[in-house]
């Protein structure tokens, strides 16, 4: 029933979607979000939840009129979806944003939740991910001038989001951005900008109970004050461009300390990059020491954040490549990435063309020394003529599930993918998959090989239909398979399917989701007007 | 759930039908300078498609438009700007496949995701279809080979009604 009525729900609230809308001199827009699982017990899996169902639902709507614009954000869960942390009941209907902006040439002011980042979000970064149920948006005030092209300066003050609550905490925080190529005059043939940033965290010692105070004493913390500070240079002249951060940290908790005791941290950030004709570079370094910064001391999570540090690896859009993904080790990490890429296009056909990309990355524990990861991938893309077009990737990945310390397993991924064009609108895509494991004296390491295959028939611009395949042959023999079809219509589109899905990313029809490991029928519908 | 469907009737109720403007919201481009979105409305219709290093249909549609370009540019003058919305931990790759694939198109790069929640993008690929004078009259989610046909139809459609 309560199926049915999602799905009432959800062609009710794509029927304005069709068209945009006025409301006196200004417009409105906004967007709507749906996915429902009905889950379905499976024995190969972890039991499915007792009402077997979940439904999250979005529901984004924006004025704007001329330089002032305000908007609102409703969540709907019916109850959560499998895997959604901090909701203990399943069910909440709330105000997830608001705000109210004005932006002037020089100016902008916005009162309600903000969304930003400054520099790389070392120190700061609030933002929504839906399928991973994050939003740390801080509800306050933000402020920001520019003095021409020169300086911008821009600040705000906030209690940041803890999931569908708040956090106990207040955060500030104010960003610089100096543009000395513009001070000297030379914007047109360079990029020079110096960049600062600080964030202050207060969250008073004595709101917890007895065993939050202890906590507190053992590790030595005593300040309700966090500092955050980050100095920045950004470089770029031809095809040459260098950005460099570095970050201090005052003595922040960290649980997952060996002696558990608050320390400094720091993080420094370094990417060069160079690129010319058809062929770029870039290569990225990073060092991270106790950067794991919470929005609130008394709360767990991975939404309880208020910086981004992401993983600096490469992010693979096929089934066995993404397996095993690297875990960013905030507490003390160092290492990078070079990333390359070089292409190559027919004079006289446009339709043929060669595409390589390679790629290395490798992570180190800074406390071990010991590698945690390690990956290098190459991948060949060639466009054979207007119709056919194939796919090589290559990836070897050595990866850790304990920091390093027990050595890593290995696992060398193999991917062909094939797209044929039938005519303007029929199209057939094909991926076939293998990962093959390393082995230790005679045995696999961590759970074996596995296949995968993907087949994909569309007819553009509204039908898609997949079935895939994912099976580990050699310890679980677990078959991850899926299959169903999307239907597009303008901005409106639904996807319907069964299967076992394992967490990760699953794409068809256009578009990629990142899905917890579930059985059961699946349906996406997302909009916007 | 009766909240719901009376905040959604609420909402429908209180609109009328009008084509949606471009947010004057600024974001980076390929050389690291701030462009705002509504500068690059120049007299020309314009695509507007959304993109990111994870999401391999984005790569696939843009690879199509660029691809088809030279044909489309003999029949109609218009404009291509492809928006990135990676983060900080693709942005670097981000702007190395737009350098080396040749792409003709101005590229944008929305790593904080201020563009793609001004202009409502949920899902990515999202491609818009804009007027001469900045209004949104187009837009389609998701792609398939061949969806791009329907982008550059509705860029012929504008140049008859002009």
């Known amino acids: 029933m309560r199926f049915l009525a999602t799905i009432l729900l959800a062609l009710v609230a794509i029927t304005p979607a069709v068209a945009q809308k006025k409301v006196g001199n200004g417009q409105v827009s906004g967007s709507f979000e749906s996915t429902s699982i009905g889950y379905v017990n499976d024995k190969r899996l972890d039991a499915a939840p007792e009402d077997h169902f979940g439904s999250n639902n979005y529901m984004k709507v924006d004025y704007n009129n001329g330089r002032f614009s305000a908007g609102i954000q409703a969540n709907a869960f019916l109850p959560v979806l499998q895997g959604y942390e901090d909701l203990a009941d399943g069910y909440k209907f709330y105000l997830a944003s608001k705000y109210i902006q004005w932006r002037d040439k020089n100016y902008e002011i916005l009162v309600g939740d903000i969304f930003d980042q400054y520099g790389n979000g070392l120190i700061y970064r609030s933002f929504e991910d839906r399928q991973l149920g994050f939003n740390n948006s801080i509800e306050g005030v933000r402020a920001g001038y520019n003095f021409g092209r020169y300086v911008s300066l821009k600040g705000m003050y906030g209690r940041p989001r803890l999931y569908t609550e708040y956090a106990s905490s207040w955060v500030r925080g104010a960003d610089l951005v100096v543009s000395l190529a513009d001070i000297c005059g030379i914007q047109d043939k360079a990029t020079l900008s110096l960049e600062g940033s600080y964030v202050n965290r207060f969250q008073k010692l004595t709101l917890g109970d007895d065993r939050d105070k202890m906590i507190f004493e053992a590790a030595g913390l005593d300040n309700p004050n966090l500092n955050m500070y980050s100095g920045r240079l950004n470089f770029g002249i031809g095809g040459f461009y260098l950005h460099g951060e570095y970050v201090h940290k005052s003595k922040d908790l960290n649980l997952d300390a060996v002696d558990g005791m608050a320390t400094n941290g720091s993080a420094i950030f370094g990417e060069a990059g160079y690129s010319h004709g058809g062929f770029s570079i870039v290569a990225t370094y990073r060092q991270l020491k106790n950067m794991a910064t919470r929005a609130s001391l008394y709360d767990d999570g991975t939404g309880n954040a208020i910086n981004y540090l992401p993983a600096l690896t490469r992010q693979y859009t096929y089934m066995l490549a993404n397996l095993n993904p690297y875990q960013v080790y905030a507490l003390g990490e160092m290492g990078g990435q070079v990333d390359v890429c070089y292409s190559l296009r027919s004079k006289e056909n446009r339709y043929r063309y060669w595409n390589f990309h390679a790629n290395f990355s490798t992570f180190y524990n800074t406390f071990s020394k010991r590698a945690m990861w390690r990956d290098i991938n190459f991948d060949v893309e060639r466009q054979w003529s207007k119709k056919l077009k194939t796919i090589f990737l290559f990836s070897r990945q050595e990866w850790s599930k304990s920091l390093g310390y027990q050595g890593l397993y290995a696992s060398n991924i193999f991917v062909g993918d094939v797209t044929y064009k039938f005519d303007r609108k029929k199209s057939l895509r094909v991926e076939v998959q293998y990962l093959y494991a390393d082995r230790h004296d005679g045995a696999y390491d961590y759970e074996g090989d596995w296949v995968a295959g993907l087949v994909e028939f569309s007819l553009a611009p509204r039908w898609s239909f997949f079935v895939q395949d994912m099976y580990n042959i050699d310890e679980t023999k677990t078959n991850y398979y899926s299959g169903g079809f999307s239907y597009t219509y303008n901005r409106t589109r639904v996807q319907l399917s069964y299967g076992r899905n394992r967490a990760g990313y699953i794409c068809s029809g256009g578009v990629c989701r990142y899905s917890p490991a579930y059985t059961g029928v699946n349906l996406v519908l997302t909009s916007s007007f | ?162």
């Not at chain 2, 489309?72 to 080396?100: I, P």
């Not at chain 2, 003709?104 to 001469?132: G, H, I, S, W, Y």
Request: charged share 25%.
């Open chain 2, 1 to 162: 759930m009766k909240k719901i469907l009376s905040l959604i009737c609420l909402l429908m109720g209180a609109t009328t039908l009008f084509a949606q403007q471009l947010p004057d919201v600024s974001v980076e481009n390929l050389d690291g300078k701030i462009v705002s979105l509504r500068s690059l409305v120049n007299g020309k219709p314009m695509i507007i498609s959304y993109w990111s290093i994870a999401c391999k249909p984005c790569i696939q549609e843009l690879n199509a438009i660029n691809d088809a370009l030279e044909d489309w540019r003999k029949e109609a003058d218009f404009t291509v700007v492809a928006v990135s919305t990676d983060d900080a931990r693709l942005k670097a790759a981000a702007k190395n496949m737009a350098t080396s694939r040749g792409w003709e198109f101005t590229c944008l790069f929305d790593d904080k995701q201020t563009l793609r929640r001004a202009m409502n993008v949920t899902q990515t690929p999202q491609a818009f279809v804009v007027d001469a004078e900045g209004n949104i009259v187009y837009s389609h989610t998701g792609y398939s080979p061949g969806s791009e046909e329907e982008l550059f139809d509705k860029i012929l459609e504008l140049k008859k009604k002009k």
